[in-house]
């Protein structure tokens, strides 16, 4: 099986990509053409910019508070292979975890801030014990993804 969450990660892109248009053609028309009348709905342009500055720092500052990440999974070969970069508006170094399925040693699923950030951390026997890869980010999996790169990891568990 193999999936990507492209669709999820291109909206996330889009989306910062409009909010940064946006608020920089609000500053533009405000202060630079200064063709807006204030007080707007009683507030002047001093505070509509405070307030539209905040919201415009969440929009970009969520995908790296929840870590959002590009993940791309195969396990169509010899091999469980996952690829995956942060997905906020810098990017990020691009990693890769590559197991044999004759060495997987299991999983373990964590979330945090209330179950917004979901992480996964594989496992894989070396020599006489297991290593621990870094966890990786799936908070930007679409469930139905969450759900098929579980039932794909349980049938990849040894048994004991």
């Given at each position: 099986m193999t999936f990507?969450?492209?669709?999820?990660?291109?909206?996330?892109?889009?989306r910062l990509f409009?909010?940064t248009v946006f608020?920089?053609?609000?500053?533009?028309?405000?202060?630079?053409?200064?063709?807006?009348?204030?007080?707007?709905?009683?507030?002047?342009?001093?505070?509509?910019?405070?307030?539209?500055?905040?919201?415009?720092?969440?929009?970009?500052?969520?995908?790296?508070?929840?870590?959002?990440?590009?993940?791309?999974?195969?396990?169509?070969?010899?091999?469980?292979?996952?690829?995956?970069?942060?997905?906020?508006?810098?990017?990020?170094?691009?990693?890769?975890?590559?197991?044999?399925?004759?060495?997987?040693?299991?999983?373990?699923?964590?979330?945090?801030?209330?179950?917004?950030?979901?992480?996964?951390?594989?496992?894989?026997?070396?020599?006489?014990?297991?290593?621990?890869?870094?966890?990786?980010?799936?908070?930007?999996?679409?469930?139905?993804?969450?759900?098929?790169?579980?039932?794909?990891?349980?049938?990849?568990?040894?048994?004991?």
């Open positions: 990507d969450n492209t669709k999820q990660i291109i909206s996330i892109r889009i409009v909010a608020i920089l053609a609000y500053l533009a028309i405000v202060y630079l053409i200064g063709r807006t009348k204030f007080p707007f709905l009683g507030m002047s342009d001093t505070v509509w910019t405070i307030i539209l500055i905040v919201i415009y720092l969440i929009i970009v500052s969520l995908p790296v508070i929840l870590n959002h990440q590009f993940i791309s999974y195969s396990d169509d070969d010899e091999n469980i292979v996952i690829k995956y970069f942060n997905a906020g508006i810098g990017g990020g170094k691009k990693n890769s975890i590559k197991i044999y399925k004759s060495a997987f040693a299991g999983y373990n699923t964590e979330s945090s801030l209330f179950g917004l950030d979901k992480s996964l951390i594989l496992f894989q026997k070396v020599g006489q014990g297991v290593a621990k890869y870094p966890p990786v980010h799936i908070s930007a999996l679409s469930k139905d993804q969450r759900d098929k790169l579980i039932r794909s990891l349980n049938e990849h568990i040894p048994a004991t």
